[in-house]
């Protein structure tokens, strides 16, 4: 597989149907390297179906997201590998334990088994390394999964409510993480309505309503105040 980075990622013009219903109208926005993107919006706004095309796992209906300049298609493959994920779905094998977990996933990336050690410490769960993950409270998978995704150090990070079920010490650990990354040249977008973990956490806010995007702001005071304008007014 050929080596591929790039250190910034544009969406132009993207909108996504499914059927008759319309998903994003007219997506415009770029991110580069060291930022921390708040995708800000309520339930159903289209967060998580952008997220789905930054990753390249959903295809736009119109428009297109270049990476550095280039679009998946002609990138090819070895854009996925620059490409972390943490979805609704944790992608977690509940069956196996959760080093088995993370020797697979670091496996499929050509990764050895140090890497695994290392992430499971993080994520709090050296202890549990060898129980399934079957036994794991909600929040015990998110931090798993949240290591899973960022095994093989990738270059855009995409986390889709990435807090759910965590309590505030390890909300504040996850929090510290994602600055870490963005810090080492990463670019982060994250998916939430939170208004209370995006705070301080994002260096810019875009605030998503019905499909599209109707502010890209940098992150500063007033941004509550405008969220909850949105929200209640659309």
Not at 91 to 117: C, I, K, M, P
Not at 166 to 179: H, P, Y
Not at 193 to 200: C, E, I, K, Q, S
Request: some cysteine; hydrophobic content about 45%.
């Amino acid at each position: 597989m050929t080596a591929f980075d790039f250190d910034s990622v544009q969406a132009s013009d993207v909108s996504r149907h499914f059927g008759r219903r319309r998903a994003l109208a007219h997506i415009s926005l770029g991110a580069k390297a060291g930022d921390i993107v708040g995708l800000l919006g309520p339930n159903g706004a289209g967060k998580s179906t952008l997220i789905g095309v930054l990753a390249t796992l959903v295809a736009p209906s119109a428009g297109e997201i270049t990476y550095g300049g280039s679009t998946a298609r002609v990138i090819g493959p070895a854009l996925r590998s620059r490409i972390g994920l943490l979805a609704h779905d944790l992608h977690l094998y509940l069956e196996l334990s959760a080093r088995q977990n993370l020797t697979f996933f670091a496996e499929l990336y050509g990764l050895d088994g140090g890497v695994v050690d290392g992430a499971l410490e993080r994520a709090g769960l050296a202890d549990r390394a060898n129980d399934t993950v079957a036994g794991f409270s909600r929040g015990m998978r998110q931090r798993l999964a949240l290591e899973r995704a960022l095994l093989h150090q990738p270059r855009l990070v995409l986390f889709d409510e990435p807090f759910t079920g965590l309590d505030d010490e390890a909300v504040g650990a996850a929090a510290d993480r994602l600055r870490r990354l963005a810090a080492q040249g990463c670019i982060v977008f994250v998916a939430t309505h939170d208004l209370d973990v995006a705070d301080g956490l994002v260096t810019r806010v875009a605030l998503v309503r019905g499909g599209r995007i109707v502010s890209d702001e940098a992150a500063g005071p007033g941004l509550r105040a405008r969220y909850r304008d949105l929200v209640r007014h659309g």
